[in-house]
């Protein structure tokens, strides 16, 4: 696993722009290395607005879309189109404003699918192992880039402080009784976010200072989520000035003035 860079910019909406600008970079690498790509795409506040930052920008028509594979950290346990679906949030941001290949779309299925929670979870490790390839070395795919937001109480994807989901050895389970509503919601385990090449932890705003500080502290992962959010290459902190206000003494690389 990875150590974790730190790097701060000015406030929340140079932080998207600059999270989306990476994002398209590292994409269009990976497609020119691979002919393809993958990323794990997060719900929330900043999460989204990556999104809507790499929608708005001439450079996404540098990624080519049919030869992206994209996947969700988590989703909220809800029908197809309800406004607080991750999937919702990120199709009108970007997804339903670039040429997708809806094969390579990888939802993770709401109530609507005739589906039980653990059953919707079940079904997606099928699906993440089915995508998973010999040099993966797993039932997970290497994700080139996968996006986390985090919450002010350290929660990473919907893995909450203490919760069952930190000791489970699949690769996404049903998460019962969130403290964050919807109370159910289906999520990647550890495991799966340390088969990501690429880990970038996104976080904005002042009620998050506390989280980053113990995220990169000695904290065990089952206290503190997002201590355990690394990736196999490369772990990335990517914060506001707000967010960044507590870090630990050295590890702050400043990179928006
Ligand atoms: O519920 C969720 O919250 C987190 C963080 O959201 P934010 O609005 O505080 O940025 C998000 O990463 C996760 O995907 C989502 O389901």
Excluded: C
């Amino acid at each position: 696993m990875s150590t974790p860079h730190v790097l701060v910019h000015r406030d929340p909406s140079v932080l998207a722009d600059a999270v989306a600008a990476r994002l398209i970079t590292r994409l269009v690498d990976a497609q020119s290395a691979k002919g393809h790509a993958s990323v794990v795409l997060t719900g929330g506040t900043v999460g989204i607005a990556v999104l809507a930052a790499v929608a708005a920008t001439a450079a996404r028509d540098a990624i080519d879309w049919r030869h992206l594979d994209i996947w969700w950290g988590d989703e909220r346990f809800l029908p197809t189109g309800d406004p607080e679906r991750n999937e919702t949030g990120a199709r009108k941001a970007l997804l339903d404003h670039v040429e997708l290949d809806p094969t390579r779309v990888h939802v993770m299925m709401g109530p609507d699918s005739g589906l039980t929670a653990e059953e919707s979870a079940d079904s997606y490790a099928q699906e993440l192992r089915a995508a998973a390839r010999p040099e993966d070395h797993g039932p997970v795919p290497s994700f080139d880039v996968m996006l986390l937001g985090m919450g002010p109480d350290s929660h990473v994807a919907s893995l909450f402080p203490g919760r069952p989901a930190l000791y489970d050895e699949r690769t996404a389970v049903a998460v019962h009784g969130s403290p964050k509503p919807p109370p159910t919601r289906i999520s990647m385990t550890l495991q799966s976010i340390r088969s990501a090449a690429e880990v970038w932890v996104v976080a904005a705003g002042g009620e998050k200072a506390g989280a980053v500080r113990l995220a990169l502290s000695e904290a065990g992962p089952v206290q503190v989520p997002a201590a355990g959010a690394r990736g196999r290459r490369r772990t990335l902190f990517l914060l506001d000035r707000a967010a960044a206000a507590n870090l630990p003494p050295g590890l702050e690389r400043v990179a928006s003035p």
